[in-house]
């Protein structure tokens, strides 16, 4: 058995889950999520837990939907009560980013901005124009428009210019030397 699967996941005050058949529905202070997973899976709520259960019987790939769909769910109740954040820092002489309405307007060096609206569920936010915050309750969503950002300029390994996660270590190289 998968050792992420077996784990049990809390449900703190305030969250209620409705287990529908496939389909998982969790509803907190911040928003409500659903998900639905396969019909090899059980999920239980008791003791004011939920619990991922799999046949005794298991087949490899039941094992890791295990483990992967007890991660989507407990994402899902974190999400509901905390929410998640990705912080993006962006470097580079001229480059700056700014918040207009629902969208965020960057300047990364092209001969025009780049407006990115914010997707459904998530919100962008410019505490100042070098820092970027992407705010949200649904940790796939979050990440992914996060990575949607940063894939306009990946920072460069010569000068370290481009969009940065917070922490994220650039292994910068040497350049030419003139001769």
């Not at 991660?71 to 990705?86: D, R, W």
């Not at 918040?99 to 300047?107: E, R």
């Not at 649904?138 to 428009?145: A, E, P, R, S």
Request: hydrophobic share 30%; charged share 25%; glycine share 12%.
């Amino acid at each position: 058995m998968s050792r992420i699967g077996k784990q049990p996941i809390e449900i703190p005050n305030g969250v209620s889950v409705v287990i529908d058949g496939q389909n998982i529905r969790v509803e907190g202070p911040k928003g409500n999520l659903t998900q639905s997973f396969p019909t090899t899976i059980e999920v239980v709520e008791e003791d004011n837990q939920l619990l991922v259960k799999i046949p005794e019987e298991y087949t490899k790939q039941q094992n890791i939907d295990h483990g992967l769909f007890r991660s989507l769910i407990a994402n899902m109740v974190k999400g509901v009560t905390e929410g998640f954040s990705k912080t993006l820092e962006i470097e580079g002489t001229g480059y700056r980013a700014q918040k207009q309405g629902d969208n965020l307007v960057m300047n990364l060096g092209f001969s025009h901005q780049v407006t990115m609206p914010d997707p459904e569920g998530i919100k962008t936010e410019v505490p100042n124009d070098r820092t970027i915050v992407v705010n949200g309750i649904d940790k796939q969503l979050v990440g992914l428009h996060a990575a949607n950002i940063r894939k306009w300029r990946k920072p460069e390994p010569y000068k370290g210019k481009g969009i940065r996660y917070e922490g994220e270590y650039v292994r910068r190289k040497v350049g030419k030397t003139g001769k």
